[in-house]
């Protein structure tokens, strides 16, 4: 088959993920297309195009700055047609807008002429230009979001250190949720106001834990994200030591709720000593309980116990974690033949991965491997027979696609090829809800879900983080996944926990209580 290879550039011109996401799929739809991309010029994007044949000479020159619209098709009036569509989407916001109306500002310079009382800036940016955006945006006075990766532990170093010499915050790189004052900021999730501050070196670790608060009836007054490498050895806990700082005066936080994967354990130490003496629970997933800790800090090893640690400070009643929306659990173990015995994980979250690595290691019976970097870290190939959970929102899953939470279509695939596996038993998921998130990821997969466990196919254990006013509605999510045959639990945590007794055979209600 002979394809036709036809790209459009566009230099220096921005459009966030979504919209990428947008032109991508109206081209895949579109009649003779057999591949597209919509997408920035990154190094790894430009490789990809190159590899797949695409003339180099047309990406001569392109930058990270630039967009590009490529499609692969059967003859040249399809590929066109399809790039015109993609263009008309992608743009459209553009070409709507009130022509009365100012257009966008090009630079934070003008976004300030405009809104001149504007106090946090959000920057998603090519890695190689985030840090000189954000130093800009702290020059101005400018609390920081940054949501770019690809930020060198250098510039990161010199970012937190100019915050702190302002007074400032800078929560990233790579840090996709805060909420300040009740405002949420990037992947973030609709909660009450409460006493409970939240410090997270870990996006959906921090949305876990506002979602549990909110849904066991307390509220958050802050949630300070900081980035994933902030409490390394090399970043030293720059941004915890100021959030902490921040949150112990703050007069509406009473308790501060530390969430992280594996810190450094001397920078561990010394920002749970920054609590001195106030209310602090540090749920740092994995951690070894018998970890010394100074006064007034309690110790948690997931982001479950963590939030029950939580309101037990604060005099609150425990809720009932051993909840399973769907079927009844004997019924769904009688449908897992014998020779199906191992758990496949697909999560868009990557900290919610993490935890379940954490809780299936003491919980399941057999060893089970990941994609995140610590796993790797531990030198732990996969066999081909073996348990895996996969972090799609891994740099290797997302390198020239938006992120899982919001493009739906990868997981789809690993999901129907996990569900075509006659060894898989048990697969676990992830739905991230909230602001940012996919409009309505339940009616996307409990369709799917529902064919492979009618076709005999492995189990299905869905974890949804979210609430009610989220914009998907948890409520509304969980029935739908439930009515398909999905069990969904109460916490991620119980989630893993479920998945390992499936595939053990020994799952009851008891042993989840």
């Given at each position: 088959m002979t394809l036709i290879f036809t790209i459009n550039m566009y230099p220096d011109t921005y459009l966030d993920s979504v919209l990428q996401m947008s032109g991508t799929r109206e081209m895949e739809q579109s009649e003779g297309v057999q591949w597209a991309s919509a997408a920035m010029s990154t190094v790894a994007n430009i490789e990809t195009l190159i590899s797949r044949g695409f003339p180099s000479g047309e990406l001569e020159g392109a930058g990270p700055g630039d967009l590009f619209i490529a499609v692969e098709s059967l003859d040249a009036s399809s590929g066109e047609i399809a790039i015109e569509n993609a263009h008309r989407v992608m743009f459209a916001a553009r070409n709507e807008t009130n022509p009365m109306a100012e257009a966008t500002p090009t630079s934070l310079d003008e976004a300030l002429t405009r809104q001149p009382n504007s106090n946090i800036a959000i920057i998603s940016v090519p890695g190689e230009y985030a840090a000189l955006e954000a130093h800009k945006a702290l020059a101005n006075g400018l609390d920081v979001l940054l949501f770019s990766d690809g930020v060198t532990?250098?510039?990161?170093?010199?970012?937190?250190?100019?915050?702190?010499?302002?007074?400032?915050?800078?929560?990233?790189?790579?840090?996709?949720?805060?909420?300040?004052?009740g405002i949420g900021l990037g992947f973030a999730n609709v909660v009450r106001p409460g006493p409970v501050g939240v410090v997270a070196a870990a996006g959906t670790g921090a949305q876990e834990a506002m979602a549990l608060l909110h849904r066991w009836g307390v509220g958050v007054s802050h949630v300070i994200g900081l980035g994933g490498r902030d409490l390394s050895d090399k970043i030293d806990g720059r941004m915890a030591r100021?959030?902490?700082?921040?949150?112990?005066?703050?007069?509406?936080?009473?308790?501060?709720?530390?969430?992280?994967?594996?810190?450094?354990?001397?920078?561990?130490?010394?920002?749970?000593?920054?609590?001195?003496?106030?209310?602090?629970?540090?749920?740092?997933?994995?951690?070894?309980?018998?970890?010394?800790?100074?006064?007034?800090?309690?110790?948690?090893?997931?982001?479950?116990?963590?939030?029950?640690?939580?309101?037990?400070?604060?005099?609150?009643?425990?809720?009932?974690?051993?909840?399973?929306?769907?079927?009844?659990?004997?019924?769904?173990?009688?449908?897992?033949?014998?020779?199906?015995?191992?758990?496949?994980?697909?999560?868009?979250?990557?900290?919610?991965?993490?935890?379940?690595?954490?809780?299936?290691?003491?919980?399941?019976?057999?060893?089970?491997?990941?994609?995140?970097?610590?796993?790797?870290?531990?030198?732990?190939?996969?066999?081909?027979?073996?348990?895996?959970?996969?972090?799609?929102?891994e740099e290797e899953y997302t390198r020239g696609r938006p992120h899982p939470m919001i493009d739906l279509d990868a997981r789809i695939s690993f999901l129907e090829e996990a569900g075509a596996d006659p060894l898989v038993a048990v697969i676990l998921m992830d739905l991230v809800l909230g602001h940012g998130a996919h409009p309505d990821p339940a009616a996307v997969f409990a369709?799917?879900?529902?064919?492979?466990?009618?076709?005999?196919?492995?189990?299905?254990?869905?974890?949804?983080?979210?609430?009610?006013?989220?914009?998907?509605?948890?409520?509304?999510?969980?029935?739908?996944?439930?009515?398909?045959?999905?069990?969904?639990?109460?916490?991620?945590?119980?989630?893993?926990?479920?998945?390992?007794?499936?595939?053990?055979?020994?799952?009851?209600?008891?042993?989840?209580?």
């Open positions: 532990l250098e510039d990161e170093i010199a970012l937190k250190d100019h915050a702190a010499a302002r007074n400032l915050l800078v929560m990233g790189p790579g840090a996709g949720t805060a909420a300040l004052a100021l959030a902490i700082r921040a949150l112990r005066n703050d007069p509406q936080t009473k308790v501060i709720l530390f969430v992280s994967k594996p810190p450094s354990e001397r920078v561990a130490k010394e920002v749970m000593a920054l609590a001195d003496g106030s209310p602090m629970v540090a749920a740092f997933m994995g951690i070894d309980m018998t970890t010394a800790t100074p006064p007034g800090v309690t110790l948690a090893n997931t982001l479950e116990s963590g939030v029950l640690r939580t309101l037990e400070i604060l005099g609150e009643p425990l809720p009932d974690t051993s909840e399973v929306a769907g079927p009844d659990i004997p019924s769904v173990l009688a449908k897992i033949s014998a020779d199906r015995t191992l758990i496949r994980g697909l999560y868009s979250g990557g900290t919610l991965c993490y935890e379940a690595l954490v809780i299936l290691a003491e919980a399941f019976s057999s060893p089970v491997y990941s994609n995140t970097p610590i796993n790797k870290k531990l030198g732990m190939p996969a066999p081909a027979d073996a348990s895996i959970l996969l972090d799609l929102g369709p799917i879900c529902q064919k492979i466990m009618e076709a005999g196919g492995p189990q299905i254990v869905v974890y949804v983080l979210g609430t009610d006013l989220d914009p998907q509605h948890y409520t509304s999510q969980v029935a739908a996944l439930a009515k398909a045959g999905c069990l969904v639990p109460a916490t991620n945590a119980r989630a893993a926990i479920l998945a390992a007794h499936l595939a053990d055979r020994n799952a009851s209600h008891e042993t989840l209580a």
